[in-house]
């Protein structure tokens, strides 16, 4: 999953020929995994939207001995590649708008298998490989997949190690048993290992007022993924920070996926190097990420089936990875360009844009006037332009782009969104006369329940989790969980992260 977000670094250096051609020779080698030829969505276009399968597998090889993500766990299956996905994404990517989405699947979601039957959808890959879970997501949701990705418990640690650290703010003091997490309370820089434990987490207790709190979920899948997806994105942020910074780097964040991943055949390294410089500049706030809508799933005796899909939560979330909701794109914005060189609509044409050329000389500042109705597809030529230019919504005009005399030519992809939507929205409110104001509202999956401990000092050894908390809330429980206020992940703005073991 990490290794993504260093090739997206990778763009912003392509300066260093010496590295790009290094960079190449090493994606080259990648250990490759084959499948059918009709399982891989191919075919399209070059910049066309993709999805690529990212899993992270269930297995502890090339971890230390002594690392407690081994514990109980059966090696010589692992070696022979038995293993299940422990974290199912899909990420959608379009090279054309910018845009990309995240979606987990829970690894309980029950399915249809290839076959017949039903199980759960993390042990298709056990049973079948990656042809069987590719399958499964394509006839169970509908959503084609370009190409996959598999790393492993060990690329992960190491990847965090080499952008030094991922920062958490804990409220509490924090520890998982069955991960190895344990932190005390504050806002902590963690490692590999301990990013992993945290990741991985399913038992998390807290240490409140004397006594280690369990924080229990409806669902503890559900919640892990929570965590996780809050987690990659500020891994995100953290590697393109560093990459940016430190050209080095970026020779050690794909070596270090060498050594962790597995890719499918059909992902060349041209591919992977045109993805990274389309979103070189990506903004992490503008990440869409969701968790497939599910419902826990009961015998009439009580007992947990898996998560069931939520058809009628999921249809919005679902056409965006079907390829139904991409938004504009190049190819559906008509627009007049004024200028006295035709290079200048030929630049948008190759980008994908549909011109109509007016030749006329302008001195003025680069504009473009659209009818608000139009902000979408104004919004999208002005993120291909080099530097910001005069927004001028007027209700009832055609789409224009007039070059000026500060013209710097169209980006071969375009920045982020938020370096134009705020001003192209202001002066679409006071074209209206008026303001909008955005409500945020956030939730957690996570609750607290009742205490499994009574230790004055938090010590990790003085109570044993039952195997039962694992297992999400059902129907027949009594005891219904309280909402939490805490905020756990993100540190806040003025917080100061150190490493553990400063």
Request: charged share 25%; proline share 6%.
């Amino acid at each position: 999953m990490l290794l993504l977000c260093g090739l997206l670094v990778a763009a912003g250096f392509f300066l260093a020929a010496q590295f790009f051609w290094e960079a190449r020779t090493i994606l080259a080698d990648l250990p490759r995994i084959r499948v059918g030829p009709e399982v891989l969505a191919t075919g399209g276009d070059p910049g066309d939207p993709v999805n690529v399968l990212l899993v992270g597998v269930d297995s502890s090889e090339g971890l230390d001995p002594d690392d407690p993500v081994r514990d109980g766990r059966n090696v010589e299956d692992e070696a022979r590649g038995v293993v299940r996905p422990d974290t199912i994404l899909i990420i959608r990517l379009d090279p054309a708008t910018g845009n990309a989405a995240v979606l987990s699947l829970p690894r309980d979601l029950i399915v249809e298998a290839p076959g017949g039957g039903t199980t759960k959808i993390n042990a298709t890959q056990a049973v079948g490989g990656m042809e069987a879970l590719i399958s499964t997501i394509d006839s169970n949701l509908d959503i084609p997949i370009n190409h996959f990705v598999i790393a492993d418990f060990a690329g992960f640690a190491e990847i965090v190690e080499i952008v030094g650290g991922v920062p958490i703010n804990f409220p509490y003091a924090t520890r998982d048993l069955g991960s190895g997490l344990r932190v005390d309370a504050g806002c902590w820089s963690l490692n590999g290992g301990e990013s992993l434990g945290y990741v991985r987490a399913r038992k998390i207790e807290e240490f409140i007022d004397g006594e280690w709190v369990r924080l229990r979920a409806v669902s503890p899948d559900l919640a892990r993924i929570e965590r996780q997806q809050e987690f990659l994105v500020l891994a995100l942020e953290q590697v393109l920070a560093v990459g940016r910074s430190d050209l080095s780097r970026i020779g050690d964040f794909i070596h270090a996926g060498t050594q962790a991943v597995q890719l499918d055949e059909e992902l060349t390294p041209g591919d992977m190097l045109d993805l990274a410089s389309a979103f070189a500049d990506y903004d992490t706030e503008a990440l869409a990420v969701s968790t497939l809508p599910v419902a826990a799933e009961f015998t009439e005796e009580g007992r947990y089936v898996g998560e069931a899909l939520v058809t009628e939560e999921a249809g919005d979330l679902l056409t965006i990875f079907q390829g139904n909701a991409d938004g504009v794109r190049p190819e559906q914005v008509s627009l007049e360009v004024v200028s006295a060189s035709d290079s200048h609509a030929e630049q948008l044409e190759e980008r994908g844009f549909v011109t109509i050329r007016s030749d006329e000389e302008a001195a003025g500042q680069t504009t473009i006037q659209f009818d608000p109705d139009s902000r979408n597809e104004a919004l999208l030529v002005a993120r291909y332009l080099e530097g910001v230019p005069k927004l001028a919504p007027a209700v009832g005009s055609e789409l224009r782009l007039t070059v000026g005399a500060d013209f710097a030519g169209v980006r071969q992809f375009p920045r982020p969104v938020g370096d134009i939507a705020p001003g192209l929205d202001q002066s679409i409110r006071l074209l209206a006369g008026g303001t909008t104001t955005t409500v945020v509202t956030s939730d957690t999956s996570e609750t607290f329940s009742t205490n499994v401990g009574n230790d004055d000092e938090p010590d990790l050894a003085s109570t044993s989790v039952p195997d039962s908390a694992d297992v999400p809330i059902g129907p027949a429980t009594s005891v219904e969980p309280s909402p939490t206020l805490v905020v756990r992940g993100r540190p806040p703005e003025d917080a100061s992260c150190t490493p553990t073991g400063s």
